[in-house]
C-alpha cells in the first residue's frame, strides 16, 4: 500500500473508526513516517478528548432575551426603507452615465462620426500654432494619403537601384 492512501486513512485509523487491516499493519511496519505520522494522530486525538468546552456567562440567556426584546420593539421602518437602496443606486448609475457621455462627447471629437469630426478636426488646426507638436499632427493626418505614397517612391528607388547596379 502506498504512503498517500495510507495518510487519508489516518484520521479514521487514530481515532479508531477503522480498524487497521493486515496491509495496512504490514505498511505501517515497514513504513517509519508513516507510523510516526499515525503516532501524533493518536496523540492529537487523545488532547482533543481531555479538552472540555467552557460554560457560558449564566447570564447569557437572559442577556439575549433582552436584546430580542429591543430588537422588536424598535419602530419598523416603513415602505421607504426598502425602496430607498435601489432608488439610490439607479440614480448613481444614471448620474455616471451621463457624466462619462460629457466626458466622450466633450473631448475634441475623436469619439464623433461623419462631417462633425472633419468640422471639428478644422476648427482644431485653425487654433493650433503653427511650428507646434500639435499642429504637425494635424498636418500629418490632414495629408495621410500623401505621405502614405512615399513609401511606393521608397519601393521603386530600391528597384531602381537593383536595375542600375546589377
Known sequence: MRCDKIREMMPDLASGLMGASPEIGGHLAACGACAGK???FRRTMELLEEWQAPEPSPYFDVRLQARLR???AKPQAGWLAWFRR?????ALTVLMAVGVGLFFTRSGGIYKSGD???AVVESQAQSAEPGT???????LEKNHDLYSDFDLLDD??????VVANP
Not at 435601489?86 to 439607479?90: E, I
Not at 521603386?156 to 537601384?161: N, R
Request: hydrophobic fraction near 50%; aromatic fraction near 0%; glycine fraction near 0%.
Open 38 to 40: 499515525l503516532e501524533e
Open 70 to 72: 429591543e430588537e422588536i
Open 86 to 90: 435601489p432608488v439610490l443606486a439607479a
Open 116 to 118: 462633425d469630426e472633419i
Open 133 to 139: 507638436a500639435v499642429s504637425d499632427l494635424q498636418a
Open 156 to 161: 521603386l528607388e530600391v528597384q531602381h537601384d
